[in-house]
């Protein structure tokens, strides 16, 4: 703990601290039960039905949109922030899918196809994922309108302009591709409609990470970082790797995360 948070942090007896617990447990009931509420609204949200055909580089060959769900009704395409010619793929989308393996064995039970789309060509994204030892699937939308139509990439015009659509509203752009979630459903006759897309801060919930840093005392502890997540690396990139191999995960010497996160920026 840092001299700081043990300044302000009073030390009681077991009685005080089960009854501050008790009245912030209250507030976590509450909060659960709100985000509940946020969820069922998100299930009755309207569909939009999806009429271009979108093709994806896979390990086993071009897919439609279509063809990703594999035989399930649901469909979740994580954007994962890695452009063409990137050196690797973003570090707090890994960060994400060092918690997707694990998923989609879950979803896949519960008729969910998991899958993490990204605008690098296929050869790239499989050297990096081999690098990474994830297993989960991840597909290529290199030469297709797919990030685009969903505002997860920028054109060159777009990043000369200054302005993008992104989470919903124009803004700066900060790189030529941005992290996001789709959702989508097919019906028996094979249609597809899209029914959810969530960005920026709203992806948190998929980083299992970051909800046990809001449970210790130091918590996320970036105060003072640009951006806030500039201490995140790759898992087998950080100077203390304590599960990594170290023979073929050496520490590397620290860089300038933007200048690296957003190459040729």
Same mark, same amino acid.
Not at 7 to 28: D, F, G, I, N
Not at 47 to 56: A, G, L, N
Not at 96 to 109: K, W, Y
Not at 190 to 196: M, N, S
């Given at each position: 703990?840092?001299?700081?948070?043990? #300044?302000?942090?009073?030390?009681?007896?077991?009685?005080?601290?089960?009854?501050?617990?008790? #009245?912030?447990?209250?507030?976590? +009931?509450?909060?659960?039960?709100?985000?509940?509420?946020?969820?069922?609204?998100?299930?009755?949200?309207?569909?939009? +039905?999806?009429?271009?055909?979108?093709?994806?580089?896979?390990?086993?060959? +071009?897919?439609?949109?279509?063809?990703?769900?594999?035989?399930?009704?649901?469909?979740?395409?994580?954007?994962?922030?890695?452009?063409?010619?990137?050196?690797?793929?973003?570090?707090?989308?890994?960060?994400?899918? /060092? @918690?997707?393996?694990?998923?989609?064995?879950?979803?896949?039970?519960? /008729?969910?196809?998991?899958?993490?789309?990204?605008?690098?060509?296929?050869?790239?994204?499989?050297?990096?994922?081999?690098?990474?030892?994830?297993?989960? +699937?991840?597909?290529?939308?290199?030469?297709?309108?797919?990030?685009?139509?969903?505002?997860?990439?920028?054109?060159?015009? #777009?990043?000369?302009?200054?302005?993008?659509? %992104?989470?919903?509203?124009?803004?700066?752009?900060?790189? !030529?591709?941005?992290?996001?979630?789709?959702?989508?459903?097919?019906?028996?006759?094979?249609?597809?409609? @899209?029914?959810?897309?969530?960005?920026?801060?709203?992806?948190?919930?998929?980083?299992?990470?970051?909800?046990?840093?809001?449970?210790?005392?130091?918590?996320?502890? !970036?105060?003072?970082?640009?951006?806030?997540?500039?201490?995140?690396?790759?898992?087998?990139? %950080?100077?203390?790797? %304590?599960?990594?191999?170290?023979?073929?995960? #050496?520490?590397?010497?620290?860089?300038?995360?933007?200048?690296?996160?957003?190459?040729?920026?």
């Amino acid at each position: 703990m840092t001299s700081s948070a043990t #300044e302000q942090t009073k030390v009681v007896s077991r009685e005080e601290w089960l009854a501050a617990r008790k #009245e912030l447990l209250e507030k976590e +009931k509450k909060l659960t039960r709100e985000r509940d509420a946020i969820a069922a609204a998100r299930r009755k949200l309207p569909w939009v +039905k999806v009429d271009q055909e979108y093709v994806f580089d896979t390990p086993k060959g +071009k897919r439609t949109l279509a063809q990703l769900f594999e035989g399930r009704s649901q469909l979740v395409v994580y954007h994962f922030m890695m452009g063409p010619g990137w050196p690797a793929g973003c570090p707090g989308c890994s960060m994400i899918a /060092d @918690h997707l393996n694990g998923s989609v064995t879950h979803l896949a039970n519960r /008729d969910v196809t998991l899958i993490a789309v990204s605008r690098a060509p296929l050869p790239e994204i499989e050297a990096f994922q081999k690098r990474m030892a994830w297993t989960f +699937k991840w597909a290529s939308s290199y030469g297709s309108d797919f990030n685009y139509d969903y505002h997860v990439s920028c054109t060159k015009d #777009e990043l000369d302009q200054g302005e993008i659509y %992104y989470n919903y509203r124009i803004q700066k752009p900060m790189s !030529e591709e941005r992290p996001g979630v789709s959702v989508f459903y097919k019906d028996e006759d094979g249609e597809v409609f @899209h029914t959810y897309s969530a960005y920026a801060r709203q992806l948190e919930t998929l980083m299992g990470v970051y909800t046990y840093l809001d449970m210790v005392p130091k918590g996320r502890n !970036e105060e003072g970082l640009r951006p806030p997540s500039a201490w995140l690396r790759h898992h087998d990139r %950080y100077e203390q790797n %304590y599960y990594a191999d170290p023979v073929e995960s #050496e520490p590397v010497p620290a860089v300038n995360w933007v200048e690296w996160f957003f190459p040729g920026r």
